[in-house]
């Protein structure tokens, strides 16, 4: 969970934070925006937007084990 919110917290809430402050991912939070995160990152391929802040093979499978541990995605 440490390691999927270190991505969130450096690849979405840098965009977020200027864009849609009210989407700032905290450790708090994050759980509840799950299937979202999962949605918009693995099926729909939207998020990250732009290139500024692409997410790595490492970055995804940070978030690939945390999403599973929610039982969502693989």
């Known amino acids: 969970m440490i390691k ?3 991505v969130l917290e450096q690849k979405c809430n840098a965009c977020h934070q200027k864009k849609k402050p009210s ?5 708090a939070n ?4 799950a ?7 693995f ?3 939207k ?3 732009g290139k500024d802040f692409p997410l790595t093979f490492e970055d ?3 978030l690939k084990l945390w999403l599973k541990s929610q039982d969502i995605g693989e």
């Open 47 to 49: 998020m990250p937007k």
């Open 30 to 33: 994050m759980n509840t925006f």
């Open 23 to 27: 989407l700032l991912f905290t450790m």
């Open 4 to 6: 999927a919110f270190n």
């Open 35 to 41: 299937f979202s995160i999962h949605k918009e990152v």
């Open 43 to 45: 099926i729909r391929k």
């Open 60 to 62: 995804e499978e940070a």
